[in-house]
């Protein structure tokens, strides 16, 4: 199983960027997904999940500014981002928990790489 994640990219204070992140390879079905972020000198930090049904949470810090989705036929989720800000700026990470057949035991939560983005001011 792999998530590869793309969008990412170098955008001007207030300015939109739409990151998306696809999960491929032995999958019986995609559970919850989610965006972290980690900023230069800090900790990873958790933007928004999204359960398999839809019912999303967003971090307070991007409430109103950012948007959590999915495409669960193309096992895809993305984070459409807008009014980005300096303190955006960091490597953002897509996770899954994923099942690779019918049994619960087989569930794990996968990582992407991490896609940069940088808000410049």
């Known amino acids: 199983v792999q998530l590869q994640a793309s969008g990412g990219g170098l955008v001007q204070v207030g300015g939109s960027l739409r990151l998306s992140c696809a999960a491929s390879?032995?999958?019986?079905?995609?559970?919850?997904m989610s965006w972290y972020r980690q900023a230069p000198g800090k900790l990873r930090d958790l933007v928004a999940t999204?359960?398999?049904?839809?019912?999303?949470r967003h971090a307070d810090s991007v409430k109103s500014r950012f948007t959590i989705s999915r495409d669960n036929a193309k096992n895809t989720v993305y984070l459409q981002m807008d009014a980005l800000e300096p303190e955006d700026t960091a490597v953002y990470y897509c996770?899954?928990?994923?099942?690779?057949?019918?049994?619960?035991?087989?569930?794990?939560?996968?990582w992407g790489k991490g896609t940069l983005v940088t808000v410049s001011s």
């Open positions: 996770t899954a928990e994923i099942a690779r057949d019918i049994s619960a035991r087989s569930i794990r939560t996968y």
């Open positions: 390879g032995n999958i019986f079905s995609v559970y919850s």
């Open positions: 999204i359960s398999k049904g839809g019912d999303t």
